[in-house]
């Protein structure tokens, strides 16, 4: 199974909106963040591991995601850590735009998506989403539109 492990500080700067709320309201850009990642990968099999920096703020509930705080060390320092403990690397993600990480995970055989590119995937699947609603709409009236006129088709 295939394991994420995202660099969240560094993802949040890469995203418009997030890195504009961070600048006003950290816990809030943290939690739609994590909730974005967790909605993209609610009906995957893989497992997802979700950094920050600092210290944990009110709680976040996840349903599919791990979040792990780094406490006194850096977000980075636990992203080496948990490459380097890694019992297969080649199953590991890393999700980051900082240069020493995607070094050593490079040097791993860890697969490396940029923050950015990882970005477009949750957007993608954002119009992904809207795209199967609209459909899900267009159906929908063309049922009501068959039983109000009773055609058969």
Do not use: W
């Not at 600048?23 to 990968?41: M, N, P, V």
């Not at 099999?45 to 600092?54: A, P, S």
Request: proline fraction near 2%; glycine fraction near 4%.
């Amino acid at each position: 199974m295939k394991t994420y492990l995202i660099d969240g500080n560094n993802l949040i700067h890469k995203i418009g909106d997030l890195s504009v709320l961070q600048k006003k309201d950290r816990q809030s850009a943290r939690e739609k963040l994590a909730h974005r990642i967790d909605s993209h990968f609610s009906n995957r099999r893989v497992t997802v591991i979700l950094y920050y920096d600092g210290f944990p703020g009110i709680p976040l509930n996840t349903n599919k995601i791990k979040i792990v705080y780094s406490e006194n060390t850096s977000a980075d320092d636990k992203i080496r850590v948990s490459i380097e403990r890694a019992k297969n690397p080649k199953n590991i993600i890393v999700v980051t735009s900082d240069e020493e990480i995607r070094k050593l995970a490079r040097a791993c055989s860890c697969e490396l998506m940029t923050s950015n590119e990882f970005d477009k995937v949750l957007k993608q699947k954002g119009i992904d989403d809207e795209e199967e609603r609209k459909i899900s709409e267009i159906k929908a009236s063309n049922e009501e539109f068959k039983k109000l006129f009773g055609s058969d088709d």
